[in-house]
């Protein structure tokens, strides 16, 4: 089915380990982004994607990593993790000027 | 400082009746704006839209105004129905011809259509 889909929907992981969220998208859209949600925010920008290889930080990119060697994927990675990561990250994307559409998300906790 | 700003975290209201959901914003360089439906454990959905040349876009029973000068903008949901029930979000995005902008959210208005 055509749409956009993260893994894993759960995780939980200690710190100081690596990990990987990953994003598939099936509308060959040019744009994709990372965001996580914490309490008492609304969604914030942590990297995005205008096109393949070419990525740019958003409001909160420290700590994580992207890459997008394909179009329809934009893996994020916390090379480190540290507790204060322990959110809900939900990866969107998009054709130029359109609404973003979300993926349903990854909760991950850092213990 | 927020730029977003959705100052009720919550609003009741009876099914049938009107819901009026608000934002507010203090950068004059957003020209788009948006409201997102959110389920638990799903990811946000698009609802409604609106340029910075229009002051209201209509579907269906979903309304958003925007009043530039008082850099504000609402959503009305006529009638209300259970199926409502969920948190929005405001979100606004700044042109930069390049159409990779993310946007910026407000915290969210946590909506609950009462029977």
């Known amino acids: 089915d055509a749409g956009i889909t993260q893994s894993p929907r759960y995780k939980i992981t200690e710190t100081g380990r690596q990990v990987t969220l990953m994003c598939h998208q099936t509308?060959?859209?040019?744009?994709m982004f990372w965001y996580r949600q914490d309490l008492g925010h609304g969604l914030r920008l942590i990297y995005y994607?205008?096109?393949?290889?070419?990525?740019d930080k958003g409001e909160v990119p420290d700590g994580y990593v992207v890459s997008r060697s394909k179009t329809e994927n934009f893996p994020l990675t916390l090379e480190s993790a540290t507790r204060s990561q322990t959110s809900v990250y939900f990866c969107?994307?998009?054709?130029?000027?359109?609404?973003?559409?979300f993926g349903d998300g990854t909760r991950l906790s850092i213990l | 400082d927020q730029q977003v700003k959705q100052n009720s975290p919550s609003l009741s209201v009876q099914e049938g009746r009107i819901s009026i959901l608000n934002c507010d914003y203090t950068?004059?360089?957003?020209?788009?704006f948006l409201w997102y439906k959110k389920y638990p454990a799903e990811g946000p959905t698009f609802l409604i839209s609106?340029?910075?040349?229009?002051d209201k876009n209509e579907d269906g029973r979903f309304t958003v105004f925007l009043n530039k000068s008082a850099k504000h903008l609402s959503l009305h949901i006529v009638p209300s129905q259970p199926g409502d029930s969920a948190v929005y979000f405001c979100?606004?995005?700044?042109?930069?011809?390049?159409?990779?902008?993310?946007?910026?959210f407000g915290k969210g208005t946590h909506l609950i259509i009462q029977p």
């Open positions: 509308w060959s859209h040019s744009y």
């Open positions: 979100a606004t995005r700044a042109y930069s011809g390049g159409g990779a902008d993310g946007l910026t």
């Open positions: 950068n004059s360089m957003f020209d788009y």
């Open positions: 609106i340029s910075s040349i229009k």
């Open positions: 969107a994307s998009s054709d130029r000027a359109q609404p973003q559409h």
């Open positions: 994607s205008a096109a393949a290889d070419i990525t």
